[in-house]
DNA sequence: GCAGTGATCATA
DNA sequence: ATGATCACTGCC
């Protein structure tokens, strides 16, 4: 479903990739797909800190592949894994710093790899702001998530990282419990 | 449980 | 130029 909400701004995005994490569970993943629109609520993210994150692909330098992690908050930031799935990042924070969050899940797809998948998003929009214009957005309908209904654990396929392993900073939208 | 899949990056 | 790696998925 889903109706129309407001565009969230790049501003939401100049935070610190956590928080922006946390608060876009609940917010609508907007594409404009080959058969229409699509809206879909977050319901799986994952933080990716910064140079000091272990993880984050920002850690080891700039890249060819993680450049655009290191541009401005509200510009997507996507590459290929395992040679076949497209992952999707929002960037965060400020320009220079290698930040972002990973979708990993929006109302009906789950996986990072599936949800690219279904909407249809690969790396043609590496670089591009979220905004209407550029064909992936968010928006807020106004929905708020309670903190019950938010569970946070250890990042997934990054056992490379460390101390950084066992950060929670994958962030579950769970169904209201009785 | 593990193979598929290919761009990317470090090493030379 | 070459080889290891990989923020996953689907089928065994």
């Not at 592949?65 to 990042?89: E, I, K, Q």
């Not at 965060?92 to 930040?99: D, E, H, I, W």
């Not at 043609?124 to 550029?134: I, K, N, Y």
């Amino acid at each position: 479903m889903g109706s129309e909400g407001v565009v969230l701004p790049a501003a939401f995005f100049d935070r610190p990739a956590d928080r922006v994490a946390r608060h876009l569970l609940g917010k609508q993943l907007v594409a404009r797909t080959a058969s229409g629109v699509v809206r879909l609520p977050v319901t799986e993210v994952e933080a990716y800190l910064g140079s000091h994150d272990l993880a984050c692909h920002g850690s080891r330098g700039m890249t060819k592949r993680n450049a655009t992690m290191f541009g401005p908050a509200g510009s997507w930031y996507v590459y290929l894994c395992y040679g076949m799935h497209w992952m999707l990042n929002i960037v965060t924070g400020k320009p220079g710093v290698p930040a972002a969050v990973l979708l990993r899940g929006a109302g009906h797809l789950t996986g990072p790899g599936r949800l690219t998948k279904g909407l249809g998003i690969d790396r043609t929009l590496d670089g591009a702001e979220a905004v209407p214009a550029s064909g992936v957005w968010f928006e807020d309908a106004g929905v708020r998530v309670p903190p019950r209904q938010i569970a946070r654990t250890p990042r997934i396929g990054i056992g490379y990282a460390g101390e950084w392993v066992e950060k929670p900073l994958r962030f579950v939208r769970e169904s209201a419990s009785p």
